[in-house]
């Protein structure tokens, strides 16, 4: 199995990604880990409410949660979880310990990946994934979720009779 961390701001979007790792890395399973990166305060009162991080999963939208979902139920050979955690940190050395402690075998952007914070403390992770020593690749996420859409299209039936003499 493996683990693949991806940056994101939990637009409904980024799962799209997915689909790609799904179909890149058949026939192995993989474990996907949505990440958001914080850097620390420098308040004493913030550090001492660390230990409350309940208030940062607010921040991501049921409609997050239920396409999460909605992706176990459809590759459920293929996925072995889907999660979501937070990097609490600014340095490469952190990073590199937040890597190994959920054991991440490479990190991936979607192609064009826009950073977007979703908090006044949110840090930009390109500069900690640049430098962390794992692998990072770049997937296309429309690639794959456009093969979906074909299963969307139906010819009519007279259209099919037309065709086939």
């Known amino acids: 199995m493996k683990t693949v961390l991806v940056p994101t701001d939990f637009n409904v979007e980024s799962l799209k990604i997915i689909d790609s790792l799904v179909f890149t890395n058949k026939p192995e399973n993989v474990g996907v880990i949505f990440m958001h990166a914080f850097k620390l305060s420098d308040s004493i ?5 660390l230990s409350r991080r309940g208030r940062d999963y607010e921040k ?12 176990k139920q459809k590759y459920p050979n293929d996925i072995k979880f889907i999660g979501i955690e937070y990097f609490y940190g600014s340095t490469v050395a ?18 064009d990946y826009n ?26 996420i429309h690639e794959f979720s ?8 139906k010819i009519p039936a007279d259209r ?6």
């Open 45 to 49: 009162t913030d550090m001492l409410m």
């Open 115 to 140: 950073f977007n914070p979703i908090h006044k403390f949110s840090i930009n992770p390109a500069s900690l994934t640049k430098h962390c020593g794992c692998q990072v690749i770049d997937l296309d």
């Open 160 to 165: 099919i009779n037309a065709l086939s003499v």
């Open 146 to 153: 456009k093969e979906e859409k074909l299963f969307d299209t």
């Open 94 to 111: 952190a990073f590199k310990n937040f890597i190994e402690g959920v054991n991440a075998d490479c990190i991936a952007y979607p192609k």
């Open 60 to 71: 991501v939208s049921d409609e997050f949660y239920n396409e999460m979902d909605a992706y």
